[in-house]
């Protein structure tokens, strides 16, 4: 959990009956198509190739224009070079649909997205498509709904035929209204519709409130269904990772140190043991797609921390994505055009200065 609300249970008696309908509505309008490649005999393996990787381009203004983007075509190579294998591509697409009842994403979305994805691949990177609504989505979920299931149904589409190396996340961080139960409802609806179009695509599902490494039990994914890399998000302590944070409940506490104490990192490594006995038991693969500590916090603590988090991480053959390349937590100055290197050196300890 890190979000200033918090979180409470909202049983929603919205009938699985409606979601199950509109999900075979769509897919039935997208059957027939799909992807060629055989499917993956082993999604851990998949996973491994993920490897460490970058959160990118969720607060750029190239949503708002193309000619006014922070990053540029050269950024994936930066990444590549930098010892990442991985960009997960944040996107707030609920602003950019177009009226109902068919949401429609317009060209000029499609041609930002396709630019990522294209560029990213050039560099060798693997792409995670990270639908990233989730203030709207835990808002309210059932009057966001439609749209969600329309994002998907558009994106699976669209992305059918591109490589295995492109992954769909269904939803970052479920937290607030949409319940586990309403999640658990709302993912198997849209692994439904991705899977009509995408049926050998590896797609990323985690728990509700707000990935949470303390919610994995309530997680329920389509037993059948192997292709799937399960997801959490790890911020504890909010205290250090989220000081001085305008959007948190920390806003007003600053000063707070990451020392790796032997307590410290008996937090970390128990929470982490953990969600690997629930990866175990349930023989799934674990992506830790969000950790990070925020940009006041001190520079010794952030890099000692962030080093923990993802040794600990791939540890475990956990496959990781920092939180984030630019606008806040950050991994890469872009008016400087260069590293922040406690940070990257933290993340990639083998990187060159
Ligand atoms: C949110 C960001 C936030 C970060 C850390 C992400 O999932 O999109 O707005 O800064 O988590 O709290």
Redesign the pocket.
């Known amino acids: 959990m ?2 200033t609300i918090s979180p409470m249970r909202f049983y929603c008696s919205q009938a699985w009956t409606r979601l199950a309908a509109a999900a075979l509505a769509f897919s039935l309008w997208g059957a027939g198509a799909g992807q060629s490649e055989p499917a993956p005999d082993n999604v851990f393996a998949r996973n491994r190739e993920l490897g460490r990787g970058v ?1 990118v381009l ?2 750029d203004p190239i949503w708002r224009s193309f000619d006014h983007a922070r990053f540029q075509t050269r950024h994936f190579k930066v990444i590549k070079d930098g010892g990442f294998q991985t960009v997960r591509v ?1 996107l707030h697409t609920l602003r950019h649909l177009g009226p109902a009842p068919d949401f429609t994403l317009g060209e000029a979305w499609w041609r930002t997205a396709d630019w990522i994805v294209t560029n990213a691949l050039a560099s060798d990177l693997r792409v995670i498509v990270d639908f ?1 609504e ?2 709207a989505m835990g808002e309210d979920p059932e009057g966001n709904q439609p749209r969600f299931l329309t994002f998907w149904r558009q994106a699976a589409s669209h992305f059918r035929a591109s490589p295995s190396s492109v992954l769909f996340e269904i939803l ?2 479920p937290c607030r209204k949409l319940t586990p139960d309403l999640w658990n409802q709302y993912l198997a609806a849209a692994l439904a519709l991705i899977r009509q179009q995408n049926p050998t695509r590896t797609v990323i599902v985690g728990p509700a409130f ?1 990935n949470s490494v303390d919610h994995l039990d309530q997680l329920q994914l389509p037993e059948a269904d192997r292709n799937l890399i399960v997801t959490v ?1 790890y ?1 504890k302590p909010m205290a250090f ?2 000081q001085g ?1 305008a ?2 409940d920390q806003r007003d506490k600053v000063g707070v140190l990451w020392q790796g104490t032997p307590e410290e990192q008996t937090t970390v490594t128990r929470d982490f043991e953990k969600v690997q006995a629930w990866a175990t038991k349930h023989q799934r693969p674990i992506f830790l797609g ?1 950790f ?1 500590a ?1 940009d006041k916090g001190d520079m010794a603590s952030r890099a000692r921390y962030t080093a923990f988090v993802a040794r600990a991480a791939e540890r475990l053959g956990w496959s990781w994505a920092y ?2 390349f630019d ?3 950050i991994v890469y100055d872009i008016p400087n055009d260069r590293w922040v290197e406690p940070i990257h050196r933290a993340l990639v300890p083998d990187s060159q200065p």
């Open positions: 890190k979000a959160n969720g607060y944040n990233h989730f203030m970052n961080e707000w998000h911020y990772t989220h944070a959007w948190s969000e990070g925020y939180w984030q606008s806040d937590f």
